[in-house]
């Protein structure tokens, strides 16, 4: 019975082995470095309504990243959620969101080698939530300023997300490979595949992202910057009483 | 300064935060405890991709592989479905419980709580 539990669903994320010792200490470090600004960054993105939201959205990516789909012939994808936590809770607490993630997946759930936990920070956490941050960003600034703007904003960096996070991957492989395999073919498999999770990624991204807009549009930290310019338009209107507070 | 404030005015807030946070933590459980038996166990992009490229045969057995919930699955559990919505379910509540203490513990104190 166990044997059959035991064949599901192996590790995911980059396990053990796979990089060689300096390129997995010189990740490591990275990742502490990184969640370290992100403990600060932090500070400045909650407060009392939206910190409540931070083990939501960690617990929500977790449970996500749990559902591979499947993509094309005999291979698989799932969320990594860098851009979905980023928009919703600020990119240093998505950082913090998806380290915590990683963390308890590597130490409880066998998924990500403990010696490539570094590497697997740098690429989901730091690469993935930056990338998806500032594409999101980028797209937000093209597109009118509405609220509704911030779906397709959103899915913009999580399509970009995933493929740059396994291109970052693949730069490390170049550093630090333990086999040697041909580079140019690494970076086209591992290109192609993943810019297909990318568009399951953005779709599951925009789903998450529209719902929560939806109802609560002042909970998504990607769409305050939208909510302020619009309160600004909207207060002239209310006279000189605002002027004299000002 | 309070820009929380003057977003509290411009939209009327229909659904409590305490409604957000209930449906989502649903939305996460039933994810992680469910709908996670039905995901596809075919290898996922990197592995398929190092398989392909003949390097997955580095990577190592993983040192905490004896963990009670290693891959997902609970020890213990004999039902395959059961083993695998304890596991989904523990993390998704232990994640919840890390992170959202860090977010409670960092977040800026609003007047009156400071």
Known sequence: ?246 | MSTPATEGRQLPRRVSTRAVLVTGLLAALLIAGFLSYYASGKPDGLEYVADQQGFAANAQEHQAGDSPLADYATRGVEDDRASSAVAGVTGTVLVLVIAGGAGLLLRRRGPGQA
């Open chain 1, 1 to 246: 019975m166990l044997q059959i539990v035991c064949n599901r669903l192996p590790g995911m994320h980059v396990p053990d082995g796979f990089l060689d010792a300096p390129t997995s200490v010189a990740t490591g470090a990275i990742a502490v470095a990184g969640v370290g600004l992100a403990l600060r960054g932090a500070r400045r993105e909650l407060d009392d309504r939206t910190a409540p939201l931070v083990g939501l959205v960690a617990a929500f990516v977790f449970a996500t990243q749990m559902v591979n789909f499947p993509v094309g012939a005999g291979t698989s994808g799932h969320l990594l959620g860098g851009a979905l936590a980023a928009v919703l809770v600020g990119p240093w607490t998505a950082v913090l969101c998806l380290s915590t993630v990683l963390i308890v997946q590597c130490l409880l759930f066998a998924d990500g080698g403990i010696t490539a936990l570094g590497t697997n920070i740098t690429l989901m956490a730091l690469v993935g939530v930056g990338i998806g941050w500032l594409v999101f960003l980028l797209v937000q600034r093209l597109l009118p300023g509405t609220i509704a703007a911030t779906v397709p904003a959103a899915a913009c960096g999580a399509l970009v997300a995933v493929p740059a996070t396994a291109l970052a991957f693949t730069l490390l492989y170049a550093v630090g490979g333990e086999a040697p395999v041909p580079l140019d073919a690494l970076v086209t498999a591992m290109l192609g595949w993943h810019s297909v999770i990318g568009v399951g990624e953005a779709i599951i991204t925009a789903f998450a992202i529209s719902a929560v807009t939806a109802v609560r549009p002042d909970l998504v930290y990607g769409a305050r910057k939208v909510l302020a310019v619009r309160a600004l338009e909207i207060r002239p209107a209310a006279g000189a009483d605002d002027r004299t507070v000002a």
